[in-house]
């Protein structure tokens, strides 16, 4: 079963505009990553950020953190039209013995006007 | 440093016939993964292995079955193929609890 669900599952805005996607999941994890998806291509990591951390930037993305609520946000500033893409978030658990599962949600689909 | 890298990146299948995901990193990662993606879907997981030797099922194994042939290379057979199983699969590979980095895809069509 999915853990995390994003919202909204679509996000049309201009160009310049700011980007926002939430992500709820429901167990406790080790670690949230988001991740980018461009029509037709693989995933590409863009941030992790630890459950002991409460917001981390990279570049004109900024990402939150509230493990009392199980959320975390994704906010994407000054969007281009290079941005529009998928974007998923996805919990990372400790499964035994050294290993690691990674538990994806639907994903919001991010569409910058030009 | 080509990353991870996938073949096929098509395939067509009749039911009942089967076939070999191939993937491979030059990461040197521990941890390779095979997900498939269904429309308007997230990923979900297949088979895992957390190091060479090792092979654990994910959420979805039902059909599938996996060799870690060495810590670079990590298969998925499909034994006998169902239309249920047309999607598109990813491979992945990470170190532990860190980001994954994902292969291009291998778009498979079961008819």
């Known amino acids: 079963s999915q853990q995390g669900e994003e919202d909204p599952q679509a996000l049309s805005i201009q160009e310049g505009e700011n980007a926002t996607m939430n992500c709820s999941y429901k167990?406790?994890?080790?670690?949230l990553q988001w991740y980018r998806q461009n029509s037709g291509r693989g995933l590409v990591h863009l941030i992790l950020i630890r459950s002991n951390e409460r917001e981390k930037h990279s570049g004109r993305l900024r990402v939150t953190l509230d493990t009392s609520k199980k959320s975390s946000s994704l906010l994407i500033t000054a969007s281009r039209a290079a941005d529009t893409a998928s974007y998923f978030c996805a919990t990372l658990l400790y499964s035994g013995a050294g290993s690691y599962q990674l538990t994806f949600g639907k994903g919001t689909k991010l569409s910058v006007i030009p | 440093n080509a990353g991870v890298t996938q073949t096929p990146k098509f395939q067509v299948l009749k039911t009942g016939q089967s076939m070999t995901l191939q993937c491979a990193q030059d990461m040197n990662h521990n941890s390779m993964y095979w997900y498939r993606q269904d429309p308007g879907m997230g990923l979900r997981l297949i088979y895992y292995s957390a190091s060479e030797g090792t092979t654990d099922k994910g959420e979805v194994p039902n059909g599938y079955n996996v060799s870690r042939l060495n810590k670079r290379e990590f298969s998925l057979r499909l034994e006998s193929a169902a239309p249920s199983q047309t999607s598109v699969y990813f491979c992945a590979s990470s170190e532990a609890s860190t980001g994954q980095y994902f292969g291009p895809g291998t778009r498979l069509t079961v008819t």
């Open positions: 167990t406790s994890i080790n670690n």
